[in-house]
């Protein structure tokens, strides 16, 4: 994350504006999991509805046709070449968590596949067995200690949460591999990144299909993947957070299902 | 001398009873524990076998079928899973969906076998937790990081069985929960109409 851009400045006044946003909106003090923090629930979900079309209309047929018209080891070269635009951005963060090993691994996996992996078309590390570990702007928040601020479902890029949001925006932005608005051919960050995106939407196409067009409410069920999962990701997992379905005061179990 | 020789026998005794009572419980946990594992191991197995099997989809689904309702414990998962209008419900209500609840996850889960072509699941790790045992394990996809399922298991029901799954932190209940729920909102809380909807979807 070099400081190549004149917006930066922009860009940072842009965040710190929607940080106090983030703020402004004060959590629950006990957060469940079945309950989301979604204030802004009726206007996710139009930004739903929205999404929803794009998919339908454009992102569904382009990924299945990018995955059925690119032979598998092609698809899987420039995955690995997306993935490794995002090894210098990933050091970046881990700097920014403290975390020096992760920082030093991510860039150290990125001087090996960049040279001796074709520019990032292999992935020679991972073989060697140096595994990737991916970071973003929201975790380095969440390490530092901002809370995860209500639910928000982002347009073209899905579910999201206020502290995510400001990462997805932060890394996006300061990213010259991402943005170079002055050299468009220099995006090439961002073009890869697509391509990755069309080929997880093409190789998962039945998965997701079955969220968004199977079920019930879309909305909710996704909302409840991303929530969890995403939490899980900065969280790892811990039994304090398990639902005991035998305890649960809906369901008081033993005396009767058995005794049908 | 007596005295003596009553210390010694009581201090023997109770160290006896004392060992005993130490003793007892460990193996007890330790062997549940080892018993939870072998559960998910056998699930495991069972799992890679129709995976390797490359049977047709409807095929894989059945097979799924048998052994969910072999490993799970379906009634309390159904009931989870209904939320609090399983309180409400009558026996026939809930026997009617439990066996149409059987069928949703057996298809919907099922169908997703497709992708784990080439793929194992490993089980790394057994501990005990509140609700019984948490049983971790590594599924290792071709040409994908690999990515973490945990079952937790209680013998509450009489017999080990697993009562849910997490994939990557997502909690398989939890979500169906969700979902039944939005189906149930759809047919205004009307159960034999959200078991009629059960019984084609997934």
Known sequence: ?260 | MPSNFLFRRNFLMSAAVFAGVAALPMPVLALSEAQARSLIDQLVADINRVIASGKSENAMIRDFEKIFIKYADVPIMARYALGSDARGATSEQMRAFTAAFTGYISRKYGKRFREFIGASIEVKSARKIKSGYEIRSTANLRGEAPFEVTFLVSDKSGKLKFFNMFIEGVNMLLTERTEIGAMLDRRKGNINELTADLKRAG
């Not at chain 1, 004149?6 to 003090?29: D, I, K, Q, Y």
């Not at chain 1, 990737?132 to 890029?157: C, H, K, M, Q, R």
């Not at chain 1, 391509?195 to 998962?204: A, C, F, N």
């Open chain 1, 1 to 260: 994350m070099r400081p190549t851009h004149p917006s930066r400045n922009t860009v940072f006044g842009l965040l710190s504006t929607l940080v106090l946003a983030a703020c402004a909106v004060s959590e629950p003090g006990q957060r469940q999991n079945d309950a989301p923090f979604d204030p802004y629930e009726s206007s996710n979900r139009n930004v739903h509805s929205f999404n929803l079309a794009v998919d339908r209309v454009f992102f569904r047929p382009a990924s299945k046709g990018y995955t059925n018209l690119i032979p598998d080891p092609i698809e899987d070269s420039f995955n690995s070449f997306s993935a490794n635009l995002s090894e210098p951005g990933d050091a970046a963060n881990f700097l920014l968590q403290g975390d020096f090993k992760q920082a030093g691994i991510s860039l150290g996996r990125f001087l090996m596949n960049s040279t001796i992996g074709f520019a990032g078309l292999a992935n020679p590390a991972s073989d060697f067995g140096i595994p990737e570990t991916d970071t973003d702007f929201g975790e380095t928040l969440a390490v530092w200690g901002f809370s995860e601020g209500a639910y928000i479902e982002l347009p073209f890029f899905g579910p999201s949460t206020q502290r995510d949001s400001v990462g997805v925006f932060v890394d996006f932005f300061t990213n010259p591999l991402t943005f170079a608005p002055a050299r468009p051919i220099e995006n090439v960050g961002f073009y890869a990144n697509v391509l990755e995106r069309l080929s997880d939407r093409g190789r998962y196409s039945d998965t997701v299909d079955s969220i968004l067009y199977q079920s019930a409410d879309s909305y909710a069920v996704a909302r409840l993947i991303y929530l969890q999962n995403r939490r899980f990701e900065l969280e790892g997992d811990s039994s304090d957070s398990y639902v005991d379905p035998y305890a649960d005061p809906f369901s008081d179990p033993y005396e009767d299902p058995y005794a049908q």
